[in-house]
């Protein structure tokens, strides 16, 4: 473990989770969804045993409802997860075309979780949408982690963001994936650099662009704004953790974006 970790403390800022029962399907979606094979199941025991071998310690852990019914079962599903394993750190699911989504923010916050994660590929919306924005006027200071870009898709492309971010300038919001998923260049063009109210994570990043330019990443946002995350399912967290260490970033950087950004960001 020490070897993999390398003797830092490690957050995984980004993680998916799914019932036992139905694990297998929904990872099995996801996979094909992004025509990649998946490297582990979607249970929260693997997600555990994954990281655990890896030297992770703690999990940022979610699901999306890809329809409104199935919102409350998510958020009590995660919130469930948390008080089961002091490990995890959850952020509940909405979705834009259900009812009271004030009400529901509240009782996300009222199951002790963290803030809420918006997919919006897999739950079909434009992130700068009229329907989406009275989500982002229910959060308050609840952070919001919204999977970002998708070259084959337009509804999270860093161009919302951006207008996303005008409009909500005290949103405080985690763009996942760098801030854009196979969108790397125009994320890092359009998206403001070192915003107050604006973090990054690395997942699913580091497999498909070069050390050399997930530096030039990092350092335009400011590695005080990023996070390690290994986007599990998707990945491996040992896979992850030898990507991120082939940047070969100074070991304050690293123990920056592995545990002590999060930890400050969260307040922990």
Wanted: with cysteine; net charge negative.
């Amino acid at each position: 473990m020490e070897e993999m970790n390398r003797g830092y403390e490690i957050i995984d800022a980004h993680c998916h989770v799914f019932p036992e029962q139905i694990a297998g399907k929904a990872t099995e979606s996801i996979g094909h969804f992004y025509e990649i094979p998946m490297q582990r199941m979607g249970d929260p025991i693997s997600l555990l045993e994954c990281g655990r071998r890896a030297g992770v310690s703690q999990f940022l852990v979610c699901s999306t409802a890809t329809a409104p019914h199935q919102v409350r079962a998510i958020n009590d599903y995660i919130s469930g997860q948390c008080a089961e394993h002091s490990e995890f750190f959850g952020f509940g699911s909405v979705h834009p075309d259900m009812e009271n989504v004030g009400d529901e923010i509240e009782y996300i916050r009222s199951r002790g979780l963290h803030g809420v994660k918006l997919h919006p590929d897999f739950q079909r919306f434009n992130i700068d949408a009229p329907e989406v924005y009275r989500i982002y006027e229910a959060l308050g200071d609840l952070p919001v982690l919204i999977h970002m870009g998708d070259a084959r898709y337009d509804y999270s492309a860093p161009a919302r963001l951006v207008r996303v971010l005008k409009d909500f300038p005290k949103l405080h919001v985690m763009a996942a994936h760098l801030g854009g998923y196979s969108a790397w260049p125009d994320a890092l063009e359009l998206l403001p650099h070192r915003a107050e109210h604006l973090r990054f994570d690395v997942s699913s990043s580091l497999a498909f662009i070069s050390p050399e330019y997930a530096r030039q990443m990092i350092s335009a946002y400011g590695y005080e704004n990023c996070f390690w995350g290994s986007d599990f399912p998707m990945w491996d967290h040992a896979a992850e953790l030898e990507r991120f260490f082939a940047l070969d970033l100074p070991d304050g950087q690293n123990r920056a974006i592995f545990s002590e950004n999060f930890k400050a960001y969260f307040a922990l």
